[in-house]
Structures are given as structure tokens and as C-alpha cells.
């Protein structure tokens, strides 16, 4: 069951690829906490994209491609913007007062608690490929 779309890497973009996992999800039968996870998992790494991977470049595009195979929920990200290892995102400021922490620096953390596996891939040819891979069980659960 394997599902693409692509658009613009703008802002305005974000509302149609959380609809896009949501319906993806709800016709693969995914369950509702799972699908909500990814919906945050996917906008928080797709944002990052139209904010970090594109700041200061015109913006190019952004694909999100769905599946769903052995269990699994993969779905790819794949932009030609700036490259970026998520495995080099600062770990949050989670244990000080929250009027002392600075403004963002969640969204890895946030990506990290919603899926199961992180994979990340530069290609000078194909672009960034962010794979986010959810276990998922039976509807309902």
C-alpha cells in the first residue's frame, strides 16, 4: 500500500502531508495513537525541513512516501535541502524550569518518542532521505 505526495517546502504546506499520514494511516488501519504519533513525528521533521533544511535557499520541494510492510509503518522524506543528521540533534533541556529553557529544540525528542526506528541518508544525487519506521498492532490498541 505504498502512497507518495510531494509539495512545495513552505509552511503552508505542512497541513497537507499531516492529512496525507492521517488518511494513509486511517485506510491502512492504523490505530489512532499510532497515527497521531506519526502525524506529529512527520510535521515536526517535515518543519524542520522548511525551516533549517531550505533557510536562506529558495524553497524546493518536499516528497513523503507511505507504506506499510511486516508490521511497519515506513514512511520516507526525502528534500534537496541543507543535510542534517538527526543523530547530531542536541539532546532537550527537559529538567530546568520551563521560563528558563530556550524556545525549541524539541522536535528530535518529540520524533524520537513517536516512531521506533530513525534512519537518515545523503545522497548528493537523490536528495535527504529521512526513513521514520512505527510498529504498529490492531486497530483500536
Given amino acids: 500500500m505504498k502512497r507518495e505526495i510531494q509539495r512545495a517546502a513552505l509552511s503552508d504546506s505542512l497541513r497537507a502531508i499531516r492529512?496525507?499520514?492521517?488518511?494513509s494511516c486511517r485506510?491502512?488501519?492504523v490505530g489512532r495513537r499510532e497515527t497521531h504519533g506519526l502525524v506529529v513525528a512527520v510535521d515536526?521533521?517535515?518543519n524542520n525541513v522548511v525551516e533549517h533544511g531550505y533557510q536562506g535557499r529558495p524553497p524546493g520541494s518536499i516528497a513523503?512516501?507511505?507504506?506499510?510492510r511486516d508490521g511497519r509503518v515506513v514512511v520516507a522524506i526525502t528534500d534537496r535541502g541543507r543535510a542534517f543528521d538527526p543523530?547530531?540533534?542536541p539532546a532537550p533541556e527537559l529538567h530546568s524550569d520551563w521560563r528558563n529553557r530556550k524556545v525549541g529544540g524539541l522536535g528530535w525528542?518529540?520524533?524520537?518518542?513517536?516512531?521506533?526506528?530513525?534512519h537518515y541518508?545523503?545522497?548528493?544525487e537523490k536528495g535527504n532521505e529521512l526513513t521514520?519506521?512505527?510498529k504498529i498492532g490492531r486497530e483500536g490498541e
Fill in 132 to 134: 521514520l519506521i512505527k
Fill in 87 to 89: 543523530g547530531d540533534a
Fill in 64 to 68: 513523503v512516501s507511505f507504506d506499510v
Fill in 109 to 118: 525528542h518529540l520524533i524520537r518518542q513517536f516512531v521506533d526506528e530513525i
Fill in 44 to 46: 515536526e521533521a517535515c
Fill in 121 to 124: 541518508k545523503p545522497d548528493a
Fill in 27 to 29: 485506510d491502512a488501519g
Fill in 19 to 23: 492529512d496525507f499520514i492521517q488518511d
